[in-house]
């Protein structure tokens, strides 16, 4: 089928998706591996500026290997954050390769911050942790690096759909958002690197439109812990700015300490019960819920984080973001939790390969896809400063297999209905003269998921409510419509903020029990005899399937009590 937009057909070793800190790492790791592949990244918007890494707090986690080992903050993690869905050994790799990823950072040209004596700035926040800083202007620097080292970047073109052959990648399709022009990849890996599904509500997160996520799904790959895509922050209500650590002083109008009512002692990061709290002290008339707590002396306007470390290209940033919200914000301290979302369910094991063989998915579009952080929507996996790090831990472990599979394989070929089959799925909602615009499609996913007791502080009776939305959400994907190339990615990305909605609710509604950030009204007490399961999501003859896989609780080294 031709296109009045035109026509291209390009070949490399490895075909990247996404230029955020995920690709990029992968595209350099690659290249490391093996300098004699041709590396291709393509990327939506323009690699370098894409993404999460450069627009949050520039916060990695630190593991200082003289005070913690691997194997002890697993055990941590398993008893309280993942709650024994977590891949033990992955977490132990990831930890264990903590030192070895910043050392890659810097030698990629990231600013890591460093005392005089040579060693890492860091700011140690618990027994077993510590957190530094690092410049916002990463992914420009690794970019740079990478494209000195041979990797092709282009910019501007949307990767729309995955293509396979006997079962395996062979490539994918897309089209420029500036000129329309379709693109047809042929390769003998791919990486996936689009991040998670976020459902546009949070300002910074909101990059994560799930595209990646619905391409591996409708190529058939499998989705792991698509019920975890339910991540909240509390934050203030006039400027919708984040307060990291907020549910540690929650009071309600009678001046209650409300924290009190869900934390008996130190927790890592904020809860869904947190989320709960909020929800009962409205429902209760109590609210609003205000915050108490001091705001740090010598705070220029920057926020707290920034002036711990010297980062100079993300520090204007900081300063006229914080500078706004607290014009907004004045002296209202009232505080509601905002759904971020975070879903990442792309299924993949350690090497990052996905059920798709020579399909890699890496960073947030397989963070719990992955199950390395368990019963938590991951970044940030109620873990600060893991999201940035475990991107690149992930675009370092896909690099071997990766390059190994580039190397030997012969260029598979395209099948060429599949791509007929995608030119005509692409391009539907700009040939069609009139109809629904994405953005109202949008509005309706966002009914659903919005509300707190819907994604949150679940029940089932809350649960057939999101459905209804998300039915209605589907019937109007029909009838999308675009004017111009912007509008036509944003149709594809409702169309995927649809379909990660309906995997995170159907889920939702069979895992039958509470179990870390996973919070059922109805069924709220943990029930390891019957839910110590992962629960699989997969494109079957256009039908959605869910079915469940056992946790291999068995070996791995921290077990649960099942008693």
Not at 22 to 41: D, F, R, Y
Not at 515 to 528: A, I, K, M, Q, V
């Given at each position: 089928?031709?296109?009045?937009?035109?026509?291209?057909?390009?070949?490399?070793?490895?075909?990247?998706?996404?230029?955020?800190?995920?690709?990029?790492?992968?595209?350099?790791?690659?290249?490391?591996?093996?300098?004699?592949?041709?590396?291709?990244?393509?990327?939506?918007?323009t690699c370098g500026y894409s993404g999460k890494a450069n627009k949050g707090g520039g916060v990695l986690q630190y593991f200082d290997m003289g005070r913690v080992t691997p194997e002890e903050f697993a055990a941590y993690h398993a008893n309280t954050i993942g709650c024994f869905l977590g891949d033990q050994e992955l977490m132990v790799k990831y930890v264990s390769m903590n030192n070895l990823m910043f050392d890659k950072l810097v030698q990629w040209g990231a600013r890591v911050p460093k005392r005089e004596d040579g060693s890492y700035a860091v700011i140690p926040t618990g027994p077993m942790t510590a957190i530094i800083g690092i410049d916002l202007d990463v992914t420009l620097k690794i970019r740079q690096t990478a494209e000195k080292m041979g990797v092709k970047v282009m910019d501007k073109v949307a990767v729309s759909d995955l293509l396979t052959s006997d079962g395996k990648i062979s490539g994918a399709t897309g089209y420029s958002i500036l000129d329309g022009k379709f693109y047809t990849f042929n390769a003998k890996a791919v990486v996936l690197a689009t991040g998670s599904q976020n459902y546009r509500i949070g300002p910074m997160w909101g990059s994560g439109r799930g595209d990646g996520i619905a391409a591996a799904y409708r190529a058939g790959a499998e989705m792991r812990n698509t019920e975890f895509g339910n991540f909240a922050q509390l934050v203030k209500v006039n400027s919708h700015s984040e307060v990291v650590y907020g549910e540690n002083f929650m009071y309600n109008k009678l001046d209650q300490h409300v924290?009190?009512?869900?934390?008996?002692?130190?927790?890592?990061?904020?809860?869904?019960?947190?989320?709960?709290?909020?929800?009962?002290?409205?429902?209760?008339?109590?609210?609003?819920?205000?915050?108490?707590q001091e705001r740090p002396k010598g705070d220029g306007g920057g926020g707290p984080l920034s002036m711990l470390w010297e980062r100079p290209y993300g520090m204007r940033f900081w300063e006229l973001n914080h500078k706004r919200a607290g014009a907004v914000d004045g002296d209202n301290n009232e505080v509601c939790p905002m759904l971020i979302g975070e879903q990442s369910p792309v299924k993949v094991g350690h090497d990052m390969q996905t059920t798709i063989p020579g399909l890699f998915a890496i960073g947030d579009v397989s963070y719990c896809g992955s199950a390395a952080p368990g019963a938590v929507p991951a970044p940030p996996g109620r873990n600060r400063?893991?999201?940035?790090?475990?991107?690149?831990?992930a675009g370092m472990m896909c690099a071997p297999t990766a390059a190994e599979i580039a190397a030997k394989a012969v260029l598979p070929q395209i099948d060429e209905k599949q791509v007929e089959t995608c030119v005509e799925r692409v391009y539907a909602p700009i040939l069609r003269e009139n109809g629904v615009k994405a953005k109202d499609v949008v509005r309706m996913i966002q009914k659903a998921v919005g509300p707190m007791e819907r994604s949150v502080y679940m029940s089932g009776h809350r649960i057939e409510t999101a459905l209804r939305y998300v039915e209605k959400a589907k019937e109007?994907?029909?009838?999308?419509?675009?004017?111009?190339?912007?509008?036509?990615?944003?149709c594809h990305e409702a169309e995927a903020a649809v379909l990660s909605a309906e995997m995170q609710f159907r889920a939702s509604q069979m895992r039958k029990?509470?179990?870390?950030?996973?919070?059922?009204?109805?069924?709220?007490?943990?029930?390891?005899e019957n839910w110590l399961k992962w629960i699989i999501v997969k494109n079957q003859g256009n039908k959605m399937t869910l079915s469940t896989e056992d946790v291999p609780w068995e070996k791995w080294p921290v077990k649960p009590n099942k008693s």
């Open positions: 089928m031709e296109t009045k937009f035109g026509r291209e057909n390009l070949t490399s070793d490895v075909l990247i998706v996404g230029g955020g800190i995920a690709g990029l790492t992968a595209a350099v790791a690659i290249k490391e591996e093996n300098p004699n592949l041709s590396v291709l990244l393509v990327e939506k918007q924290t009190k009512n869900f934390r008996t002692g130190p927790e890592p990061d904020i809860s869904s019960s947190a989320i709960a709290e909020w929800y009962k002290q409205m429902t209760a008339n109590t609210g609003p819920i205000v915050l108490k400063g893991s999201g940035i790090l475990n991107a690149v831990f109007m994907l029909g009838m999308l419509q675009a004017d111009d190339f912007h509008e036509l990615l944003n029990e509470s179990r870390g950030w996973f919070l059922r009204e109805d069924y709220p007490e943990t029930d390891n």
